[in-house]
């Protein structure tokens, strides 16, 4: 017998009953012929309960669609005609103050369009396309020209035929009729009281008596003891 010649392992007959292929696979050829009938019993048993290789490619796209709705979910559209406190501050830019000056704003003259919330002192043109996402739009949406000088006013209204002079006591003013540049031509009245005039009227159905320009908001006693000699209805 040559050296380093190594004799077949010879079982007993009781070894073989137990494991049959003790006799026709080695010891890692046996645990190879398990993995892969393992990896079989697992296959079927997934193919039992209805799963395939296709369906990880469906549950990518639930998650996904999961995450959009989730995204969607957290965009807020904040409608300033009746938001409360909490909402309003939800705005970019708006703290609990200026929120406050929003509802305080909203008691004496309900929004008719969404700009309005320009008219809110500390609100101007960069704050309301910040905000503007967010806003739930409705009326004009369009920024307010609040740098409007007067000099301006009064050379648009000369072109359309209005004389612009707060000296001039004889022109009267009709408030259910008067445009934006008539109502300029009031002592004490620029273009954000004359905008919150014209809201105004178009939200209550027009003035019934002319002490009602008290119900704007920022004309108080004084300013209409000046202007009322030129006001009409």
């Not at 010649?5 to 696979?25: A, D, G, I, Q």
């Not at 004496?108 to 809110?120: D, E, G, H, K, Y």
């Not at 022109?171 to 009245?189: D, F, K, Q």
Request: charged share 30%; net charge positive; with cysteine.
């Amino acid at each position: 017998m040559k050296k380093g010649h190594r004799h077949p392992k010879v079982f007993s007959k009781e070894e073989t009953m137990r494991n049959p292929l003790h006799n026709l696979l080695t010891p890692s050829e046996q645990k190879a012929l398990l993995y892969v009938i393992a990896i079989l019993i697992l296959g079927c048993g997934l193919q039992l309960f209805g799963w395939s290789p296709r369906d990880v490619g469906k549950d990518l796209a639930i998650v996904d669609s999961l995450q959009q709705r989730t995204k969607e979910d957290t965009r807020i559209s904040v409608d300033i005609r009746k938001a409360n406190l909490e909402e309003l501050t939800l705005l970019p830019g708006i703290g609990e103050k200026r929120a406050q000056d929003i509802l305080d704003y909203r008691a004496s003259q309900p929004f008719t369009s969404v700009n309005q919330i320009m008219l809110i002192k500390g609100i101007g043109k960069a704050t309301y396309l910040k905000m503007k996402p967010s806003l739930l739009l409705f009326g004009d949406d369009e920024p307010l020209d609040k740098e409007t000088k007067p000099s301006a006013r009064k050379s648009e209204a000369k072109t359309s035929g209005t004389k612009v002079s707060k000296d001039d006591l004889s022109t009267m003013v009709n408030l259910n009729t008067a445009s934006m540049e008539e109502l300029c031509t009031l002592s004490g009245i620029g273009e954000v009281k004359a905008r919150a005039i014209i809201a105004y009227r178009e939200e209550s159905g027009g003035f019934k008596e002319i002490g009602e320009i008290m119900n704007v908001k920022g004309i108080g006693e004084k300013t209409f003891a000046k202007i009322k000699a030129r006001l009409k209805i």
